[in-house]
């Protein structure tokens, strides 16, 4: 009788306590998207709703650009991150102690050093090579500084799992690349997961790292945020927000039902 | 097979792009351009003006506000990766989803957004007024510092955590029920211990940015303080002296490798790794 | 979920595959953000087949970092009046004969000559202005607001906002206290310095572009800004209630100027635009919408109502009277940036 009070009152906390965390999380979030409709240039008071950052956005050739290399750097540096970094975890899991702690520590260099000595000591290395900067090296540096992430992410999950899986899963007949398939995959997958979602949630809104790695008219969402530092950020900025996050919303709805569909099917 | 060569691509590629450009920056540190025959030389200066007490005080600000921010995003962050790890599966991967999709939107427009809703006039203290509360003052000071850094930082907490938690075997914890244990000893003795990896891997990915963070402070702190990422920040570009910018990185780097290599001495591997450090 | 991963990346491996393969002259143009307007650039792009890719940075010492270190070859910058200093010192800029553009004629003549390009070898100006007070006149005594005093006077306390920008800010300590904002002095730095550390407890905050959102919302009566950084405050709300002035010490004058950066492959491309540029309906339109002051004396006629009522936007010589330019200080930036660093560690 006491227990079942007791996970009353545990459930109900632990929902106060969600929310709670949901409200701060996404507070800004909603007084960003309310101010994409407001009248005014300035997030001052509510001037009336208005359109016209959506329609400016739109005509704006600078933002649609930076859009463009914004998404295609951050699927396509996630994508290689989170391949090369989950190989790598694995690897690393299986490292001799001292060589282990070695890479491990030059892995974190990325996360530690501020974004401007990772961003200006890449760009000199580039120039050293000779490189051009533009999508490529920009490219480069958002894998180098998304990899420790994914890392971080998987490696945790290699620590959770049993140790001779992968023994038991050969002894059982299975070959090494089917037993890396069907087995470990499957038990780190949750950290692959998070370590992507990281990786492109870095790579989307890095600015100092892109800005010194790119050139030749490749920029990002972030450069053209902060180069608007000195006049102030326009609400146009503020449209294309709130449609990522809308498109974002409901690409997590369709993929929900469809998931939900399959499931039904099954049964 | 695969465990052998598995970490070799990521050894070659962060030797290219981690190990060289390090190797620049240290390189940096020890080089400067003499003032009177505008040739390198090897210098030391930029370590020495680091040991000031004006830039030391810098830099133990800027650790202790990562400290706080660190401890408040575990406490903060690891109810919610419990949370959520004992959802659904599928609910589950909607919530990691859902904590992590507000830092898809800019970071600047994200704490300009706190601003607004912090300041005197803001969407806070309208609240509070319409509730008949007291109205609060918490813009630009350390407080509205300390919330834009654990908001800033919290998922990063969270998910590492709740990924961990998520797969830990129920059985274990169903045995330790049938062994008498109640749910309080079960949470300290079993899920606690198990979810380390998690923790670990968790404060890595808050501490270590968080040392050298700036903006939030000089935007949400009404730029009142100086911390050890506006100097690098500032010798980099404004100053253009990338001696000391550098010197200041590298003491940077050694101080926090160090205390991350001294912390991971709680980690409880039962392989009983030996630590380089 | 795994053929719609695969046909996104080769979607995107086409699309930047087939970007590359044009024939055009691109220029590759370097500017602050929010800075032109938009429609400009494709109106230069239609007229001379001529592309123009547009970058952007947040402040000089970015856009000077970049252009030191290669990597890209910018055509056009638009840096300010002591960064265009030091890259001549440096060598960093193509020299051209600035007067011999056709528009150069627009110009104003004050506006010619200046100390950081005397023989317009290396710049032609785009925009200008002061730095002074903007302030909320139902909130400031407009007695106040003719002396920099105003910014360290208790009555203002928990109301005052600085701009943070170490330059900036010991211009307003060095202005107050009487010397050139361009002092080497160390002993008037130290003055200088002091007198930030004493006005500390009674400045709000150390803002950048939010001070508008702060005075527009009241959050704070009067602050230090550029003058087209406030002139859009006093737009938004109104000049019945905003004011911005120039104290009568003085304060700086600021340029932003078009140059040719040094390993530009099409001068003669980049010299077609600042031109362009200087054409009186181009710079009307640009003015019309950045809402800065314009050197192009050509067109100060044509401008609307709306940017001719705001105060300060064209001064005249007494009003400028002791405003100075900035210029390199070189190697004391060391010490600017330790008496900056110590004022904000106190």
Redesign the interface.
Known sequence: MVNSFRSILGSVFKNIYTVLIFTFLYLPIVVLIVYSFNASKYAVGWDGFTLEWYVKLFQDRAIMKAFYYTISVAVLSTLIATVVGTFAAIGIHNMKPLRKQLILNINNLPLLNPDIVTGVSMMVLFVFFKAQLGFITMLIAHVTFNIPYVILSVLPKLRQMPKDILEAAMDLGATPWYAFRKVIIPEISPGIVTGALIAFTMSIDDFVISFFTTGNGVSNLSIYVYSMARRGINPKINALSTLMFVSVLILLLVVNKRQGKESKKIL | MLKKYSGHPYVLWSGIFIVLPLLLVIYYSFVKTSPATGELMFSLEGYRTFLQPLYLKVFAKSVLLALEATILCLIIGYPIAYIIANMKPKTQKIMALLLILPMWMNFLLRTYAWMTILQKNGFLNKMLSLLGLPTVNLLFTDGAVLLGMVYNFLPFMVLPIYTVLSKIDKGLIEAAGDLGADHKMVLRKIILPLSIPGVMSGITMVFMPAVSTFVIPALLGGGRSVLIGNVIEQQYLSVYNWNFGSAISVVLMIFILLSMGIMKRYDTDTEGEMNLW | MKKL?FL??AG?LL??ATACGEKQV?L?VYN????ID?TI??DFEEEYNIKV???????N??M???MK?????YDVAFPSDYMIEKMVREDMLVEFDATALDNFKNIGEKFTGLSYDPDNKYSVPYLWGTVGLVYNKELVDEEDVMSWDVLFDEKYNGQILMY?S?RDSLAVAFKKLGYSLNSTDPQELEEAKQLLIDQ?KL????????I???M????AAIGVD?SG?AF?ILL?GGIDKYGYSVPAEGSNMWFDAMVIPKGSEHVEEAKLFIDYMSRPEVALKNVEYVQYSTPNTAIMGDLSDELKSIPYAYPSDEELDHCEVFVDPG?F??EY??A???I??N
């Open positions: 991963l996104m990346l995107l699309v930047t691109v590759n602050w953000g929010d800075y938009e650039l494709t890719n547009y970058e952007m940075f947040a402040s010492e970015d000077y970092v970049k270190q290669g990597g890209t070859k943070d170490q500390k400045v709000l905050a150390y803002v950048t572009d939010n508008k959102t702060m527009l919302s009241d959050e550029y950084d859009q938004e190697a930036v060391e940036n330790k900056w660093v110590e904000k560690a």
